[in-house]
């Protein structure tokens, strides 16, 4: 089933096999779409809806896939380059420090013990560790001056997805996103998370949580493992054509019912569901049937090595729910695997091993299919890591502490310049001291991405208008959009 | 009594605040200048007061309670200038984003509202008080506040020609609504009865019901119905539900990933529904729950029953989560757990954010960080992370007296047989001993049994090197196995007795409360900012500072010398209860509102503060307040005030003049429609399918994932859903789908969302697709029960039912024509086969069999039968494989005819061949027989020939028919189908289908039917193709809008 079609053919499409569909809930699904709402602003009563919106201005992405990398990836291992830092190894980090593990701790400088060189025509540098991701670094903007100013994890996880350090109950970016723009896709759920078959990561649900907003703002999280989608398969006696016969009947005793309480919204969007609930079970096992993808997409992804299976398969499947409309898609690792406290060596290259390929297979995909102009994509932990040793005795089990002072992320596609780094640590990789970008200024960036203003997204929760930033200071980084 | 003028008055009101709530503050400047107590002071108490005025340590000796302190300014001069918004320092710092420090920032609404309010001068209402005491003051304004105000006695408005003003309810409803806009007519009965129903029991009214109370004659029918469900054990099971949403309840500890379970906390869940069913008075519910423990008296010797009802009762302040028990008995986990408790307290019985107040002042209510302390130090006796007790530590045992008894006399036992087992141990270890010390000589035989006899301390090194060198001399219990290993067997019975015996010691049961220890009265600090690293100055228990008039604020006795315990949680309870403190009674009598229309009278029931909302009906709150506590706080009471108010009992539907004055239904102006919850969906399919067990009370029935990951609720034990576990960690599938809170704190209002998974699990889900096929096993059983109903439904408006496609049985074949000429079905089936009679041979019939697989033939002039029909004109063509399996007998003819006749034969004898017939045509109603004989006789003539027939309609697609699949037992009666039809919908929606619907239902079969023949699929295993269609219909039937629905 081809469901990724503009509006106006998805129309007639719905119309031509609308047969069976409930008359009243096609109309009302029909509606939606002609009636494509304003984006919520000041004042707006909050809506309770999936309903597609207009964005405040043109906008330059309408998908967005981040690859968040809980942990905090050393960036001075990765993706900036510290001469400096390499120069002054073993010798005493003069400047003040914070550290999470204080019985570790030393202030000796901690030179990479990995080799970096430019790439591409922009010359990017990144380290060894990062291989294809050093082929698509002409795509990339790669900002190396985050800083959340906190060191923790959970208190950098929230102010990312929330908007303030360390703050539970807010809703996460997806939220605010599909509260904004609604769905595109009439098969799907809008915000979907593609979890890790090792758990959830470090904050659990809080990574997706609608907070104050309601459920449907949450994120779905696609299951690791079959069934990733739970009850989305009837029994086999049911498939095809009987559960589409019963459903026909279902819709006709609701529409009897409804035609004795008309003008309840609340029945036509159960009448609705249904109906959703019956185009998912196509489209979503449509979307997850990667089979229908070439052996040398299999390959690009990795899916045919054990360490970049499972990572190579959720960025095919982030790439294949875009094509079918989903907003925001998140893959997440179980736990923190870049919080490399010790073996940064072996422990670092391991988790490299395991996301390169695939990071950088889905950046070439989606540009070789011409989405990547509409569709942006985050690669990015919560944190850094700081310049000395975290001590284990000997210099092979040495690893990094935390460190949200200054750090790396990328963003590409969906109107970002690529080919570009902007911002600066000091020497040592320590602080970020040039174009500081704040979660807030990141979140106010991609809202502008979308064509939204972020102060201008609201959400009324008890008598207090809520933004995603939550009024603190934060600006669109336009230095780095084309 | 109100006037007329008085109505209007208050008509006025409504639109001010109205217009309060439409528009944010900063678009009404302009027609009045801001001031001071009013727009300034909530700004400043959000953003600054915590550095400049909350506590004695003024930042840059800057103060910014008064106006006059801020005119006089801090370290850097004046803060404002009045008059000259340019020369205000205060103003400059907010502006440049200097003030407040760190990262967050004042709104530019908000700065512009403080430039609008300098310009103007800075006006206050009125003047400021001469002195201040410390921490920031409570205002005027804030105090009169409407959740803090005392609860009014409004007056009833009058109307007296109006029959749709029944109660007081309805007159101060009917008096709030704007022009235009009246009571709808009440619902019809059917509706009545099934709203009051739900409402008070949590069940859908069954067939029956609905019968009795539709045919009830009695003018007062409505008030008995409300009576009889009041009265049913399952108002309590309904009510407690909602109670335990606002408790937090779960049945494991949270917190840490291992989420321990609790396996004690259904006592108290029982509890709740016990008061809830005697209708203790709430007061009095409230009171056990914070302070059962103080009125229990001594604790010593056995419980009373009052006792563990009192101790059951403290269950509500151990329901918050935690982990200190299983795994983190950090100071941070045990203050969270204190946090959490207070947070529970505080927004079910308060009404009230106060754990806001955790780390500073109340950003936007009057509520201090001490305040906060305050109540905690009413707790901390009980809950003090300083002499922490995790969760097993607190469990009360209920063992009695007797059955410590009965304990002891049971170990006197053991140990009488341990005594014996002992003393035959060292019987056989003598024996062993003695044996093995004959195999050596002397005098090492004497040296030995010497250094062995002698005590192991009192050996000399002699004689332990001795032993040491001869291991084998060394017997003890521990190896007596290997010398003797029937002594060991023997030795075993002794133990066997004592594990039997321990067996039939009393159980030992326990309560989870809260049990403050005698004597123990720590002090309580305010801890900066929250962090109990910090603890500074010391606080005393009292009540919230804003709920007292100025200057009295309650304190509670440090100790109460009267009690064993401080009795800190009974004054807090019972100051909390005190009819005049406005709190508690608001609160309670708001949800019960909220789960009866909807919606609270308070939107947030959980806080009434200023992040809440307002009531809509100010009056009618505190109605229903003064009322409920007047009436001895019974919640019966209350329930009956409600229920028969016009304003419960109108009906649902709208029309456009109402909806084009209030949409949203704000007053009243008909009931809302409601979803029904999680429990009620659940329970109601379990009703319907008659699985529902009504079993009150007891441990929880167990939840795990099936094989999808997916948790359910174990299906042996069809309990109604409260009394399913509550893991906080594995949620139930089906429960949280429909929104049931998954408890980390605790649910004030569930969320009521309308998503694409919950028809999944409605259209795929196993447990409804299980359920949907026993309520149409009930139905079938109805049906032939009362096959009068058939008669009302005509049957000759029957639509045309396809008959079977595959049928059994023997005959004879026409050797002239090479036809078959006779065919006769098999009578009787045995569950797996088609056959003669119960036993074969059968006197008739012979050894005729066909089965899935295939059969045995009868003797030669009785061959074995399979028939297929053809449904339409098409192309036959047929694959399959005829074995005959025995060594003996002369082996089996297979012979396929059709009215073409005979289309290829084949012979086999203990072996097998391909049977397969190349495509032909057939006509609609064309039979194909599969005629298998015995040749000379029928010995050891079992055979298969599994048939893949495959079928191309004319104008169609080909479509395998596999007689393996296929085979069916006896062809559905379809004559019964609308009596199961209609009993279906009597099951699932109490009321008999309308003729229109019957006949929709029966024109659905029938598609369905054809459905089925055409593609030969579309049943589950063992089911006829018309069950199957009757449990599809029952299970769209509990997918409808009209199960899932409240009117």
Redesign the interface.
């Given at each position: 089933m081809n469901s990724h079609l503009p509006v106006n053919s998805r129309r007639q499409f719905l119309q031509q096999t609308g047969m069976g569909v409930g008359a009243v809930a096609l109309q009302w699904m029909l509606n939606r779409e002609s009636a494509t709402a304003k984006p919520p602003v000041l004042k707006d009563k909050p809506h309770n809806d999936l309903l597609p919106r207009a964005p405040h201005f043109e906008p330059q992405a309408t998908a967005m896939i981040s690859l968040f990398q809980h942990g905090g990836p050393a960036h001075m291992d990765l993706t900036d380059p510290k001469p400096e830092l390499s120069k002054h190894h073993g010798m005493d980090y003069s400047g003040d420090i914070q550290f999470s593990f204080v019985n570790e701790a030393s202030k000796k400088l901690f030179g990479s013990p990995f080799h970096f060189q430019p790439y591409g025509e922009s010359g990017t540098e990144l380290s060894d560790l990062l291989p294809h991701t050093a082929g698509i670094v002409d795509d990339l903007c790669l900002i190396r001056s985050m800083h959340t100013g906190a060191n923790g994890h959970e208190v950098s996880i929230r102010y990312f997805h929330g908007g303030i350090p360390a703050v539970l109950g807010r809703p996460t970016f997806g939220s605010w996103l599909t509260y904004a723009l609604g769905s595109e896709t009439q098969d799907l759920p809008a915000f979907m998370v593609l979890s890790d078959p090792g758990g959830h990561p470090v904050d659990g649900a809080t990574n997706w949580s609608n907070g104050f907003m309601p459920s449907m703002f949450q994120g779905t999280v696609l299951r690791p493992k079959e069934p990733r989608i739970f009850n989305l398969q009837p029994p086999k006696h049911l498939s095809g054509p009987f559960q589409r016969q019963n459903l026909d009947f279902l819709q006709s005793l609701n529409q009897q019912h409804l035609e004795e309480h008309p003008g309840e919204s609340d029945l036509e969007a159960r009448i609705a569901s249904y109906e959703l609930a019956a185009r998912m079970q196509t489209a979503a096992s449509d979307a997850l049937d990667i089979s229908q993808e070439t052996a040398s997409t299999h390959s690009m992804y990795g899916l045919d090595q054990p360490e970049t299976r499972d990572y190579g398969t959720r960025c095919l499947l982030a790439r294949r729910f875009v094509e079918r409309g989903v907003r925001f898609i998140q893959l997440f690792h179980s736990g923190q695997p870049w919080d490399n406290h010790s073996n940064i060596k072996t422990g670092l290259a391991s988790i490299c091993k395991k996301t390169d390929q695939p990071v950088a297979a889905l950046v070439k995909d989606l540009k070789q299919r011409g989405m990547l102009d509409s569709t942006l994509v985050h690669w990015g932990g919560e944190i850094g890591r700081l310049p000395v040793t975290q001590d284990h005795g000997s210099p092979e089990k040495a690893g990094r502490d935390h460190n949200g002072q200054g750090f790396s992320i990328w963003l590409a596609g969906g109107g970002i310049r690529g080919g570009m780094t902007f911002g600066k640590t000091d020497e040592f990789g320590h602080r970020a001291v040039e174009n500081i970008v704040t979660p807030n200024d990141f979140q106010a960036t991609i809202m502008n991405q979308f064509g939204l203003n972020h102060e201008q997204v609201v959400y009324t929760h008890g008598n207090q208008q809520q933004v995603i930033t939550a009024n603190r200071p934060a600006r669109v980084v336009e230095e780095i959009i084309t | 009594m109100l006037a007329s003028s008085s109505f209007s008055i208050h008509h006025q009101e409504w639109i001010i605040w109205l217009f309060f709530?439409s528009?944010?503050l900063a678009e009404i400047t302009a027609a009045e200048p801001p001031y001071f107590e009013t727009e300034i002071r909530p700004i400043l108490r959000e953003h600054c007061f915590d550095c400049h005025g909350a506590t004695a340590e003024l930042e840059g000796g800057l103060d910014l309670r008064l106006v006059r302190f801020m005119k006089s300014g801090g370290d850097s001069g004046m803060a404002i200038v009045p008059g000259d918004p340019a020369s205000s320092l205060l103003l400059e710092r907010v502006h440049e984003?200097d003030m407040p420090p760190g990262?967050?920032?004042v709104?530019p609404e908000k700065i512009a509202i403080l430039e609008e309010w300098i310009r103007q001068g800075a006006p206050t209402l009125r003047a400021e008080p001469e002195e201040i005491g410390p921490g920031i003051p409570i205002t005027e304004e804030e105090r009169n506040y409407w959740a803090y105000r005392p609860i009014t006695r409004p007056g009833i408005p009058e109307f007296s020609t109006n029959e749709r003003i029944r109660t007081p309810i309805d007159a101060l409803i009917a008096n709030a609504m704007p022009e235009g806009l009246t009571f709808s007519s009440d619902a019809d009965r059917f509706t009545l009865i099934q709203r009051a129903y739900y409402a008070l029991i949590g069940l859908p009214p069954t067939l029956e019901q609905i019968n009795k109370w539709q045919q009830h004659a009695d003018s007062n029918w409505y008030d008995q119905l409300i009576e009889e469900l009041l009265a049913s054990p399952h108002y309590g099971e309904r009510w407690a539900r909602h109670w335990l949403d606002t408790a937090g309840y779960a049945d494991s500890d949270g917190y840490t990933v291992a989420d321990r379970s609790r396996e004690w906390a259904w006592r108290y869940r029982d509890y709740v529904i016990k008061s809830f069913n005697t209708d203790k008075p709430f007061d009095q519910l409230i009171i056990e729950q914070l302070a059962g423990d103080e009125l229990a008296g001594p604790i010593g010797g056995d419980l009373t029953e009052r006792q563990i009802e009192l101790l059951t009762a403290t269950g509500f302040l151990r329901m918050a989560a935690d982990g200190t028990g299983s795994g983190d008995n950090s100071p941070e986990a045990r203050n969270k757990t204190i946090a959490d408790t207070l947070q529970i307290v505080g927004t079910t019985l308060l009404g009230s954010s106060v754990h806001c107040a955790q780390c500073h002042d109340h950003r936007y209510d009057p509520i201090s960080q001490v305040d906060y302390f305050a109540l905690r130090a009413v707790f901390e006796p009980a809950l003090d992370w300083k002499a922490w007790k995790p969760p097993a530590a607190r469990l009360i045992s209920l063992s009695t007296e007797q059955d410590r008894a009965e304990a002891a006399k049971i170990e006197e036992e053991v140990k009488q047989i341990a005594a014996d087992k002992a003393t035959k141990q060292a019987a056989f270890i003598k024996e062993v001993f003695e044996k093995e010390l004959l195999k050596y000589e002397e005098p090492l035989q004497s040296q030995l049994r010497t250094a062995y006899e002698t005590p192991a301390k009192d050996r000399d090194p002699e004689q332990t090197k001795l032993l040491a060198s001869n291991p084998s001399i060394n017997i003890s219990a521990g190896v007596l196995y290997q010398y003797r290993p029937d002594a060991a067997e023997e030795l075993k019975k002794f133990d066997a007795q004592i594990a039997e015996l321990r067996a039939k010691k009393p159980v030992e049961q326990f309560i989870m409360a809260l049990i403050e220890p005698p004597n123990h009265q720590p002090v309580t600090h305010l801890f900066h900012r929250g962090d109990f690293n910090q603890p500074k100055q010391v606080v005393v228990p009292a009540g919230l500072t804003v709920a007292a008039a100025e200057g009295e604020r309650v304190t509670f006795l440090d100790n109460d010398p009267e009690l064993p315990t401080t009795g800190r949680r009974l004054a807090f309870a019972h100051w909390l209860t005190n009819p005049e403190n406005p709190l508690a009674a608001r609160a309670i009598v708001n949800r019960i509102w909220m789960h009866h229309f909807g919606r609270g009278i308070v939107a947030?029931p959980g806080?009434f503060g200023?992040?809440?909302?307002e009531p809509t009906h100010p009056e009618l709150l505190d109605w229903l307040a003064r009322d409920f506590i007047d009436h001895g706080w019974s919640l019966k009471h209350l329930h009956r005030q409600i229920l028969t108010s016009t304003a419960w009992r109108q009906s649902?539907?709208?029309h456009p003049s109402g909806?084009a004055i209030d949409a949203d239904n704000q007053y009243y102006w008909r009931k809302s429609?409601q979803?029904v919850e999680a429990e009620i969906l659940r329970d109601s399919i379990l009703l319907a399918s008659g699985s529902l067990n009504p079993k009150l009370y007891g441990p929880p029935v167990e939840v795990a994932e099936d094989e999808?990951?997916?948790v359910r609720i174990d299906s042996k034990q069809p309990r109604r859903s409260l009394y399913a576990q509550i893991r906080r960690s594995q949620p139930v599938?089906m429960l949280q789908a429909f929104?049931a809170p998954v408890m980390k704190v605790n649910c004030d209002v569930r969320?009521n969302?309308?998503?694409?998974?919950?028809?999944?699990?409605m259209?795929?889900?196993e447990f409804v697709?299980e359920q949907a096929g026993l309520v149409a096993d009930r139905t079938t059983e109805l049906a032939a029960m009362d096959s009068q109903q058939t008669i009302q439904f005509d049957l000759s408006q029957l639509p045309m039912m396809p008959s079977p496609i595959w049928s059994y049985g023997t005959g004879e074949v026409n050797d002239k024509t090479g036809t078959v000429s006779k065919f006769v079905d098999l009578p009787h089936f045995t569950g797996s086969s088609w056959q003669g009679g119960p036993k074969a041979p059968d006197s008739v019939f012979g050894w005729v069999i066909l089965n899935a697989n295939g059969g045995h033939p009868g003797n030669r002039k009785l061959p074995a039968m399979r028939r297929w029909t053809a449904p339409t004109d098409g192309q036959v063509s047929i694959a399959g494989t005829l074995q005959h399996g025995s060594e003996n007998g002369d082996g089996v003819r297979g012979r396929v005819f059709s009215a073409g006749g005979q289309r290829d034969i084949w012979q086999v004898q203990n072996n097998s061949t391909p049977t397969n017939v190349t495509t032909f045509t057939v006509q609609a109603g064309e039979e194909i027989d599969m005629v298998v004989d015995c040749l000379e006789n029928e010995n050891s003539d079992s055979f298969t020939w599994p048939v893949q027939l495959t079928f191309t309609p004319v104008g169609g697609n080909a479509v395998v028919h596999d007689s393996v699949t296929a085979f069916r037992g006896p062809a559905d009666d379809f004559s019964e189908l609308p009596a199961q039809i209609i009993a279906a919908w009597q099951l699932i929606l109490a009321r008999s289908p309308s003729p229109d619907?019957l006949k929709?239902?029966m024109e659905?079969a029938s598609?369905?039917l054809k459905?089925?023949t055409d593609?030969s699929?579309?049943?589950?295993?063992n089911r006829t193709p018309g069950k199957?269609v009757l449990v599809?219909?029952c299970?769209?039937?509990m997918?409808?809008?009209?199960f899932?629905?409240i009117?």
């Amino acid at each position: 089933m081809n469901s990724h079609l503009p509006v106006n053919s998805r129309r007639q499409f719905l119309q031509q096999t609308g047969m069976g569909v409930g008359a009243v809930a096609l109309q009302w699904m029909l509606n939606r779409e002609s009636a494509t709402a304003k984006p919520p602003v000041l004042k707006d009563k909050p809506h309770n809806d999936l309903l597609p919106r207009a964005p405040h201005f043109e906008p330059q992405a309408t998908a967005m896939i981040s690859l968040f990398q809980h942990g905090g990836p050393a960036h001075m291992d990765l993706t900036d380059p510290k001469p400096e830092l390499s120069k002054h190894h073993g010798m005493d980090y003069s400047g003040d420090i914070q550290f999470s593990f204080v019985n570790e701790a030393s202030k000796k400088l901690f030179g990479s013990p990995f080799h970096f060189q430019p790439y591409g025509e922009s010359g990017t540098e990144l380290s060894d560790l990062l291989p294809h991701t050093a082929g698509i670094v002409d795509d990339l903007c790669l900002i190396r001056s985050m800083h959340t100013g906190a060191n923790g994890h959970e208190v950098s996880i929230r102010y990312f997805h929330g908007g303030i350090p360390a703050v539970l109950g807010r809703p996460t970016f997806g939220s605010w996103l599909t509260y904004a723009l609604g769905s595109e896709t009439q098969d799907l759920p809008a915000f979907m998370v593609l979890s890790d078959p090792g758990g959830h990561p470090v904050d659990g649900a809080t990574n997706w949580s609608n907070g104050f907003m309601p459920s449907m703002f949450q994120g779905t999280v696609l299951r690791p493992k079959e069934p990733r989608i739970f009850n989305l398969q009837p029994p086999k006696h049911l498939s095809g054509p009987f559960q589409r016969q019963n459903l026909d009947f279902l819709q006709s005793l609701n529409q009897q019912h409804l035609e004795e309480h008309p003008g309840e919204s609340d029945l036509e969007a159960r009448i609705a569901s249904y109906e959703l609930a019956a185009r998912m079970q196509t489209a979503a096992s449509d979307a997850l049937d990667i089979s229908q993808e070439t052996a040398s997409t299999h390959s690009m992804y990795g899916l045919d090595q054990p360490e970049t299976r499972d990572y190579g398969t959720r960025c095919l499947l982030a790439r294949r729910f875009v094509e079918r409309g989903v907003r925001f898609i998140q893959l997440f690792h179980s736990g923190q695997p870049w919080d490399n406290h010790s073996n940064i060596k072996t422990g670092l290259a391991s988790i490299c091993k395991k996301t390169d390929q695939p990071v950088a297979a889905l950046v070439k995909d989606l540009k070789q299919r011409g989405m990547l102009d509409s569709t942006l994509v985050h690669w990015g932990g919560e944190i850094g890591r700081l310049p000395v040793t975290q001590d284990h005795g000997s210099p092979e089990k040495a690893g990094r502490d935390h460190n949200g002072q200054g750090f790396s992320i990328w963003l590409a596609g969906g109107g970002i310049r690529g080919g570009m780094t902007f911002g600066k640590t000091d020497e040592f990789g320590h602080r970020a001291v040039e174009n500081i970008v704040t979660p807030n200024d990141f979140q106010a960036t991609i809202m502008n991405q979308f064509g939204l203003n972020h102060e201008q997204v609201v959400y009324t929760h008890g008598n207090q208008q809520q933004v995603i930033t939550a009024n603190r200071p934060a600006r669109v980084v336009e230095e780095i959009i084309t | 009594m109100l006037a007329s003028s008085s109505f209007s008055i208050h008509h006025q009101e409504w639109i001010i605040w109205l217009f309060f709530i439409s528009f944010p503050l900063a678009e009404i400047t302009a027609a009045e200048p801001p001031y001071f107590e009013t727009e300034i002071r909530p700004i400043l108490r959000e953003h600054c007061f915590d550095c400049h005025g909350a506590t004695a340590e003024l930042e840059g000796g800057l103060d910014l309670r008064l106006v006059r302190f801020m005119k006089s300014g801090g370290d850097s001069g004046m803060a404002i200038v009045p008059g000259d918004p340019a020369s205000s320092l205060l103003l400059e710092r907010v502006h440049e984003g200097d003030m407040p420090p760190g990262e967050s920032r004042v709104s530019p609404e908000k700065i512009a509202i403080l430039e609008e309010w300098i310009r103007q001068g800075a006006p206050t209402l009125r003047a400021e008080p001469e002195e201040i005491g410390p921490g920031i003051p409570i205002t005027e304004e804030e105090r009169n506040y409407w959740a803090y105000r005392p609860i009014t006695r409004p007056g009833i408005p009058e109307f007296s020609t109006n029959e749709r003003i029944r109660t007081p309810i309805d007159a101060l409803i009917a008096n709030a609504m704007p022009e235009g806009l009246t009571f709808s007519s009440d619902a019809d009965r059917f509706t009545l009865i099934q709203r009051a129903y739900y409402a008070l029991i949590g069940l859908p009214p069954t067939l029956e019901q609905i019968n009795k109370w539709q045919q009830h004659a009695d003018s007062n029918w409505y008030d008995q119905l409300i009576e009889e469900l009041l009265a049913s054990p399952h108002y309590g099971e309904r009510w407690a539900r909602h109670w335990l949403d606002t408790a937090g309840y779960a049945d494991s500890d949270g917190y840490t990933v291992a989420d321990r379970s609790r396996e004690w906390a259904w006592r108290y869940r029982d509890y709740v529904i016990k008061s809830f069913n005697t209708d203790k008075p709430f007061d009095q519910l409230i009171i056990e729950q914070l302070a059962g423990d103080e009125l229990a008296g001594p604790i010593g010797g056995d419980l009373t029953e009052r006792q563990i009802e009192l101790l059951t009762a403290t269950g509500f302040l151990r329901m918050a989560a935690d982990g200190t028990g299983s795994g983190d008995n950090s100071p941070e986990a045990r203050n969270k757990t204190i946090a959490d408790t207070l947070q529970i307290v505080g927004t079910t019985l308060l009404g009230s954010s106060v754990h806001c107040a955790q780390c500073h002042d109340h950003r936007y209510d009057p509520i201090s960080q001490v305040d906060y302390f305050a109540l905690r130090a009413v707790f901390e006796p009980a809950l003090d992370w300083k002499a922490w007790k995790p969760p097993a530590a607190r469990l009360i045992s209920l063992s009695t007296e007797q059955d410590r008894a009965e304990a002891a006399k049971i170990e006197e036992e053991v140990k009488q047989i341990a005594a014996d087992k002992a003393t035959k141990q060292a019987a056989f270890i003598k024996e062993v001993f003695e044996k093995e010390l004959l195999k050596y000589e002397e005098p090492l035989q004497s040296q030995l049994r010497t250094a062995y006899e002698t005590p192991a301390k009192d050996r000399d090194p002699e004689q332990t090197k001795l032993l040491a060198s001869n291991p084998s001399i060394n017997i003890s219990a521990g190896v007596l196995y290997q010398y003797r290993p029937d002594a060991a067997e023997e030795l075993k019975k002794f133990d066997a007795q004592i594990a039997e015996l321990r067996a039939k010691k009393p159980v030992e049961q326990f309560i989870m409360a809260l049990i403050e220890p005698p004597n123990h009265q720590p002090v309580t600090h305010l801890f900066h900012r929250g962090d109990f690293n910090q603890p500074k100055q010391v606080v005393v228990p009292a009540g919230l500072t804003v709920a007292a008039a100025e200057g009295e604020r309650v304190t509670f006795l440090d100790n109460d010398p009267e009690l064993p315990t401080t009795g800190r949680r009974l004054a807090f309870a019972h100051w909390l209860t005190n009819p005049e403190n406005p709190l508690a009674a608001r609160a309670i009598v708001n949800r019960i509102w909220m789960h009866h229309f909807g919606r609270g009278i308070v939107a947030t029931p959980g806080d009434f503060g200023k992040l809440g909302s307002e009531p809509t009906h100010p009056e009618l709150l505190d109605w229903l307040a003064r009322d409920f506590i007047d009436h001895g706080w019974s919640l019966k009471h209350l329930h009956r005030q409600i229920l028969t108010s016009t304003a419960w009992r109108q009906s649902s539907f709208r029309h456009p003049s109402g909806e084009a004055i209030d949409a949203d239904n704000q007053y009243y102006w008909r009931k809302s429609l409601q979803r029904v919850e999680a429990e009620i969906l659940r329970d109601s399919i379990l009703l319907a399918s008659g699985s529902l067990n009504p079993k009150l009370y007891g441990p929880p029935v167990e939840v795990a994932e099936d094989e999808t990951g997916q948790v359910r609720i174990d299906s042996k034990q069809p309990r109604r859903s409260l009394y399913a576990q509550i893991r906080r960690s594995q949620p139930v599938g089906m429960l949280q789908a429909f929104d049931a809170p998954v408890m980390k704190v605790n649910c004030d209002v569930r969320s009521n969302t309308t998503v694409a998974p919950q028809s999944l699990m409605m259209l795929n889900g196993e447990f409804v697709l299980e359920q949907a096929g026993l309520v149409a096993d009930r139905t079938t059983e109805l049906a032939a029960m009362d096959s009068q109903q058939t008669i009302q439904f005509d049957l000759s408006q029957l639509p045309m039912m396809p008959s079977p496609i595959w049928s059994y049985g023997t005959g004879e074949v026409n050797d002239k024509t090479g036809t078959v000429s006779k065919f006769v079905d098999l009578p009787h089936f045995t569950g797996s086969s088609w056959q003669g009679g119960p036993k074969a041979p059968d006197s008739v019939f012979g050894w005729v069999i066909l089965n899935a697989n295939g059969g045995h033939p009868g003797n030669r002039k009785l061959p074995a039968m399979r028939r297929w029909t053809a449904p339409t004109d098409g192309q036959v063509s047929i694959a399959g494989t005829l074995q005959h399996g025995s060594e003996n007998g002369d082996g089996v003819r297979g012979r396929v005819f059709s009215a073409g006749g005979q289309r290829d034969i084949w012979q086999v004898q203990n072996n097998s061949t391909p049977t397969n017939v190349t495509t032909f045509t057939v006509q609609a109603g064309e039979e194909i027989d599969m005629v298998v004989d015995c040749l000379e006789n029928e010995n050891s003539d079992s055979f298969t020939w599994p048939v893949q027939l495959t079928f191309t309609p004319v104008g169609g697609n080909a479509v395998v028919h596999d007689s393996v699949t296929a085979f069916r037992g006896p062809a559905d009666d379809f004559s019964e189908l609308p009596a199961q039809i209609i009993a279906a919908w009597q099951l699932i929606l109490a009321r008999s289908p309308s003729p229109d619907e019957l006949k929709m239902s029966m024109e659905f079969a029938s598609q369905q039917l054809k459905l089925m023949t055409d593609h030969s699929a579309g049943t589950a295993p063992n089911r006829t193709p018309g069950k199957q269609v009757l449990v599809n219909i029952c299970q769209m039937l509990m997918n409808s809008n009209e199960f899932l629905y409240i009117e």
